[in-house]
């Protein structure tokens, strides 16, 4: 027991009780800040070993970014880009080393990520091919289904005939 834990007994067998409570208030006082202090420490150690431990992160990290060019595949390098049928076709691989995927980009809107540049290539051709088939001039077309395709055109025509009852609307009689 401490000094002051005897002063409250001393104190309360007394019948002091004035005594007894500026020396409780002030054991109680002492002893929160005892514990304030203990947990700001905790804390404090808990930072430093948090801080630690992102450092050591960061820093394999640049380990890693000096053994390979783009570790989280984030870039993508030009291959090859050639003309077929009137569209253009850009090949880019996302990323480097074995085993990157291969970007497509018809007329420089991207159509498909495949395993390897001649599949790529192989079927970004099939696409045109179908492209050119269909009437479609964008890849995006190339994409819906036939029934919003038809949906599409018959929206069009909708549009169309709207034009035309507002520009006779317009016209002045004779």
């Known amino acids: 027991m401490t000094e002051k834990s005897f002063q409250i007994i ?23 800040q005892e514990s304030l202090e203990e947990k700001d420490r905790e804390i404090r150690s808990s930072i430093l070993e948090a801080g630690d431990a ?15 060019v783009d570790p989280m595949m984030a870039k ?20 480097t080393g074995i085993g990157k995927p291969v970007i497509s980009y018809i007329d420089n809107e991207q159509y498909e990520v495949f395993t390897d540049k001649e599949l790529a290539k192989r079927e970004s051709k099939e696409a045109v ?3 050119v ?3 479609i001039d964008n890849i995006k077309d190339l994409r819906k289904t036939p029934a919003q395709m038809k949906k599409d055109a018959e929206e069009a025509k909708k549009a169309e005939k709207m034009k035309e009852q507002q520009k006779a609307e317009k016209q002045p009689a004779k």
Do not use: C, P, W
């Not at 001393?10 to 929160?32: G, M, Q, T, V, Y």
């Open 54 to 68: 992102a450092a050591a992160a960061a820093e394999a990290d640049a380990e890693k970014q000096a053994l390979f």
């Open 129 to 131: 091919d179908r492209m």
């Open 10 to 32: 001393e104190n309360l067998s007394e019948k002091d009780f004035e005594s007894f409570k500026k020396n409780l208030f002030a054991l109680i006082s002492e002893k929160l």
């Open 76 to 95: 993508e390098f030009f291959l090859v880009d050639f003309e077929y049928k009137g569209h253009t076709i850009t090949l880019k691989s996302l990323g």
């Open 133 to 135: 088939e269909k009437g």
